[in-house]
T-cell receptor, first 110, second 114 residues
Framework: KNEVEQSPQNLTAQEGEFITINCSYS?????LHWLQQHPGGGIVSLFM???GKKKHGRLIATINIQEKHSSLHITASHPRDSAVYIC????????????FGEGTQLTVNP | DTGVSQDPRHKITKRGQNVTFRCDPI?????LYWYRQTLGQGPEFLTY????????KSRLLSDRFSAERPKGSFSTLEIQRTEQGDSAMYLC????????????FGQGTRLTVV
């Protein structure tokens, strides 16, 4: 079983829909990252969380440390949001390196 | 400085050949990481440098793999005697030397071994 699991693996939405991607982890962490990866490979950091909630534009990320769960929400989704969204954690036992989930492929249709 | 850069972006090589990739991190960043990502999977950790010191290596990093960061600036990742299973995206990331700091990723080098 992976230490970081995401759901769903694939998600197709219509433009304007509210989207939620979930991440659960089974290890103690010091922080959790949400990352975005477009075709071609480059990864962009969206959020880093250690507690609570963060918002940036149409993106909202929440984390519940007790339940070992985080969610990424996209409001008013747009085709340009189509990408792979990856949850990654910094484990308490692993220094500063990231341990990644497998990613969620999001496709937003016009 | 415009971010982390990796070179080349794509590499096709024949099985058995050696390849070398380069990563130039953001200049103020002490930490540099190499990750490998196969199709449809999340990235996996390969190795980590703090300045020029290689502080951690994954078990994924077989004897055919070697990484250096000779002056604490750019890093190279070499794969000797490539195998088809080495085909993947090789990602480099850098960050400041403090806990829970954001990592900045390069565009990656996509390796195809034929």
């Amino acid at each position: 079983k992976n230490e970081v699991e995401q759901s769903p693996q694939n998600l197709t939405a219509q433009e304007g829909e509210f989207i939620t991607i979930n991440c659960s982890y089974s290890v103690g962490i010091s922080a959790l990252h949400w990352l975005q990866q477009h075709p071609g490979g480059g990864i962009v950091s969206l959020f880093m969380l250690s507690s609570g909630k963060k918002k940036h534009g149409r993106l909202i990320a929440t984390i519940n440390i007790q339940e070992k769960h985080s969610s990424l929400h996209i409001t008013a989704s747009h085709p340009r949001d189509s990408a792979v969204y990856i949850c990654a954690v910094i484990k308490l036992t692993s220094g500063s390196r990231l341990t990644f989930g497998e990613g969620t492929q999001l496709t937003v249709n016009p | 400085d415009t971010g982390v850069s990796q070179d080349p972006r794509h590499k096709i090589t024949k099985r058995g050949q050696n390849v070398t990739f380069r990563c130039d991190p953001i200049s103020e960043h002490n930490r540099l990481y190499w990750y490998r990502q196969t199709l449809g999977q999340g990235p996996e950790f390969l190795t980590y440098f703090q300045n020029e010191a290689q502080l951690e290596k994954s078990r994924l990093l077989s004897d055919r793999f070697s990484a250096e960061r000779p002056k604490g600036s750019f890093s190279t990742l070499e794969i000797q005697r490539t195998e088809q299973g080495d085909s993947a995206m090789y990602l480099c990331a850098s960050s400041f030397d403090r806990r829970n700091t954001e990592a900045f990723f390069g565009q990656g080098t996509r390796l195809t071994v034929v």
